[in-house]
């Protein structure tokens, strides 16, 4: 049995790590601070394709997948703050 990620999916989650790396986490305790994330992340994290990633290509989604989903959620939780886990799933 192959436990390794898909390509794309791979791909994905190292995109994801570099985002939650060099934005997510340089801010983190000024989003705890002012119990806010900023417009600016959630519109990288939107010019990302995080939003919709289980939603059809043709409604305007990733059309990725739950193991999409799973591994994005997981990759933003590293940045210690489940705010951003929550409105990325949200959508």
């Known amino acids: ?3 390794e990620l898909p390509d794309e999916i791979e791909q994905l989650r190292r995109t994801v790590r570099k ?9 983190e305790h000024a989003i705890d601070r002012d ?5 600016s992340i959630l519109r990288a994290a939107a010019r ?4 919709g990633i ?7 989604g990733s059309g990725l997948g739950a193991l ?5 959620h997981k990759e933003l939780a590293r940045g210690g703050l489940g705010s951003i ?3 990325v799933g949200a959508h």
């Open 48 to 51: 990302l394709g995080l939003f």
């Open 54 to 60: 289980t939603i059809p290509e043709e409604y305007g």
């Open 1 to 3: 049995m192959d436990f």
């Open 35 to 39: 119990n806010a994330v900023p417009d």
């Open 19 to 27: 985002f939650v790396d060099d934005t997510v986490i340089p801010v």
């Open 68 to 72: 999409a989903r799973c591994v994005v």
């Open 85 to 87: 886990c929550s409105i």
